[in-house]
């Protein structure tokens, strides 16, 4: 039996007596797992990923990590939480123009290593998203579907124990997508957890669990 990794009990989120993106969620995510949520746009499914990073404050239930509340940790503990145990892949990549793909990925991990080491690391990523040509050119150099899997190789950086991923193959063509969905597959049975919105065909192909988010609550 896996271990239970996060638990969200009775978790809600409210905007207005309509808007309603999390409606008494409870639902838990174990490592050695692929999640795959899927919805229509709207929905609440990014809410509800950013609620679980805690970038989103939830205004009723709990969020357990390890069997630990961190539903109120302050922004300190919650800075830390996202850096040591979280990967993100978020449609807006939030990546740095004035720096290269290398330099992108590397930045997560000269936290914990040095520079050399980080640059190493950072290249063999960029070989398992097929960049590796394209490592030295800087973020405006590169089309929509290469910044987004800059993203993904930036999210396995610091190796954490789950990735969070908001349509992670929502910029590139299927070839691209099938090794994204493919790298996340390997990721979870490794031993993480890998939690995933997206809107393709094909992701239940690799997902373990696949739930569908419908007005603000998880379907199986």
Do not use: W
Not at 153 to 179: H, M, Q, S, V, Y
């Amino acid at each position: 039996m896996n271990a239970e990794f996060l638990l969200l009990k009775n978790v809600s989120k409210r905007y207005n007596q309509s808007i309603v993106p999390i409606n008494n969620i409870t639902v838990s995510f174990e490592k050695n797992r692929f999640y795959a949520i899927k919805g229509r746009s709207g929905a609440g499914k990014s809410t509800f990923l950013h609620a679980l990073s805690l970038f989103e404050t939830i205004d009723k239930g709990k969020i357990y990590l390890e069997g630990k509340d961190i539903t109120n940790l302050n922004e300190k503990d919650a800075d830390e939480y996202r850096r040591n145990k979280i990967g993100f892949i978020f449609q807006s990549g939030f990546l740095n123009n004035d720096f290269t793909a290398k330099e992108n990925v590397m930045l997560p991990m000269l936290l914990n290593m040095d520079i050399s080491s980080a640059e190493k690391k950072a290249e063999e990523l960029l070989e398992k998203v097929d960049l590796s040509d394209r490592k030295n050119h800087y973020i405006k150099q590169l089309s929509g579907g290469e910044q987004q899997r800059v993203t993904v190789a930036r999210a396995f950086a610091n190796e954490p124990d789950c990735i969070i991923a908001d349509e992670p193959t929502g910029n590139l063509d299927e070839e691209n997508e099938i090794k994204i969905f493919e790298l996340l597959k390997q990721y979870s049975s490794n031993g993480k957890c890998v939690i995933c919105v997206s809107h393709s065909s094909i992701v239940e192909q690799y997902s373990d669990i696949t739930y569908v988010y419908k007005k603000g609550e998880m379907i199986l």
